[in-house]
């Protein structure tokens, strides 16, 4: 279908040759260099079993993370626009068939409570997520919802990005989407697998596999290149999605010459009236799970990897471990369901059941205790760096001495107005310890934001 070869995928899943430990070994003794691995390579690594060289392969998705990104992850959270949508997806709570789902769309003045609580609660970055409706959430619709949330300042703090996760557009749309200022446009193939995809996806617009796969291309050419792919795992066999997503990223990168800015790796959840998702087809273990995340940084050392809050706290700690670089928090898979007091797991309104409940200052002080920096980033694509100005950074490792200054004085911003006292002290001295430790040129730039922002300053960044 396309340029996914199932032929080809399957074949390298069922080929014996790649499941040689010294073989293994080699490939992600290779991978240091940060210059990714082919398909093949990355097939062989799926078939690691070998202790010694799976701890070798954590080890090596740790360094390779950090080593272009340092030690921060990067902090968002979802806001729902409305739950109404027009397509039968078999793992989805928002499929139209789901008539025990309390449809709701937020008006604007909702969305912009919404979005005040997030940032009372210290968020800069969202991702903006609907159902699929031609008259509940049209462009007109998603268009005065972010030009609202971009309105938003509370003490000098506000979102400063609204990335978007919405159905697929034609050019013509895309270029409305785009002229809204938006951030990263992120599209799940949900599968790749043409026959589960069509089995999942039985009505609506969304039956289109081809119109949705070719999504991000024509985003990039209505002037969008900062684009998010993804997949949701658990549908079919978790190393051909895998397999088929990396096919996906390589053709991005020979096709609009810039591969995806992020991968985002959502597991099958449980969902009100999902058959799909309460009895996933082909559910994927944790230690799968840990092992592709890995294989993924490996692969495509320079891409963004999201890790949502489907995930439960423990197994998110193990997995920042292994690649992962953003991380969404104190997450509400609802319209509405930030100021809706009511956060049961599988709310009326929700999309999906959801295994970490912590607030956004929870997660934050664990991912310090972790010894990872909480960022709040967004400088790079408000400075024209994206697409594939970023990826040259990223390429010639010269983005981590812009991430890491620019993650610090996101950090002590958060700790100056938003940090519960628990921990904020001890962050302080850790944060300052950090800084101690950086190269002179991005200390000094450091502590020149930290200084203005001690004067009060907000949203210093360079
Ligand atoms: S996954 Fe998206 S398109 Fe499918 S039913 Fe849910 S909201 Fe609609």
Redo the contacts with the bound molecule.
């Keep these: 279908m396309e340029f996914i070869n199932e032929k080809y995928i399957n074949s390298l899943i069922d080929d014996e040759s790649l499941k040689d430990s010294d073989l293994q070994f080699s490939i992600i003794e290779k991978a240091r260099l940060k210059m990714g691995i082919t398909l093949r390579e990355s097939a062989a690594l799926l078939n690691i079993t070998d202790s010694k060289v799976l701890e070798k392969l954590f080890d090596a998705a740790k360094s390779i993370k950090e080593n272009i990104y340092g030690n921060r992850l990067v902090m968002f959270a979802p806001l729902y626009l409305t739950?109404a949508?027009?397509?039968?997806?078999l793992?989805?709570?928002?499929?139209?068939d789901n008539k025990d789902l309390v449809r709701r769309t937020l008006s604007v003045d909702e969305v912009e409570s919404e979005a005040r609580q997030l940032i009372m609660d210290g968020h800069k970055r969202l991702l903006l997520v609907?159902?699929?409706h031609p008259k509940k959430s049209n462009l007109d619709y998603v268009g005065k919802a972010i030009e609202r949330i971009y309105s938003i300042d509370y003490n000098g703090n506000n979102i400063r990005r609204v990335n978007v996760n919405i159905?697929p557009l034609s050019t013509e749309d895309f270029k409305r989407l785009h002229s809204f200022e938006i951030g990263t446009y992120q599209i799940f193939q949900?599968t790749y697998h043409y026959e589960t995809y069509s089995k999942m996806?039985p009505s609506?617009p969304?039956k289109d596999y081809a119109f949705r796969l070719h999504a991000p291309e024509r985003a990039f050419e209505a002037g969008i290149d900062d684009l998010g792919i993804g997949a949701l795992f658990g549908l079919t066999d978790y190393r051909f999605e895998l397999l088929a997503m990396l096919m996906h990223a390589e053709y991005l990168e020979k096709t609009i010459g810039v591969g995806p800015h992020t991968i985002s790796i959502p597991r099958l959840e449980p969902a009100t009236n999902a058959p799909a998702a309460n009895t996933p087809p082909l559910a994927v273990d944790d230690l799968s799970f840990k092992k592709m995340i890995a294989i993924l940084r490996l692969a495509v050392p320079y891409t963004g990897i999201i890790l949502s809050t489907r995930e439960k706290p423990e197994l998110r700690r193990d997995l920042f471990n292994v690649g992962v670089s953003q991380i969404s928090a104190g997450s509400k898979a609802s319209p509405g369901g930030y100021k809706s007091e009511s956060d049961n797991p599988t709310n009326e309104f929700g999309?999906f059941q959801l295994g970490d409940h912590r607030s956004l200052d929870e997660v934050v002080k664990d991912v310090c205790e972790q010894g990872y920096m909480p960022s709040f980033c967004t400088a790079c694509y408000r400075s024209g760096r994206t697409g594939d100005r970023f990826m040259e950074l990223a390429k010639t490792g010269k983005i981590g001495a812009i991430c890491t200054p620019n993650a610090f004085a996101t950090f002590k911003e958060y700790l100056l107005d938003f940090s519960s006292n628990g921990y904020s002290e001890k962050s302080e001295t850790e944060l300052m310890k950090q800084v101690e430790k950086l190269p002179e040129k991005e200390k000094k730039a450091t502590i020149r934001m930290i200084e203005k922002l001690e004067k009060g300053e907000r949203d210093v960044f360079f």
């Design positions: 739950n949508c027009v397509n039968n997806c793992y989805c709570a928002f499929r139209k609907c159902g699929e159905a949900e996806h609506g969304k999309q």
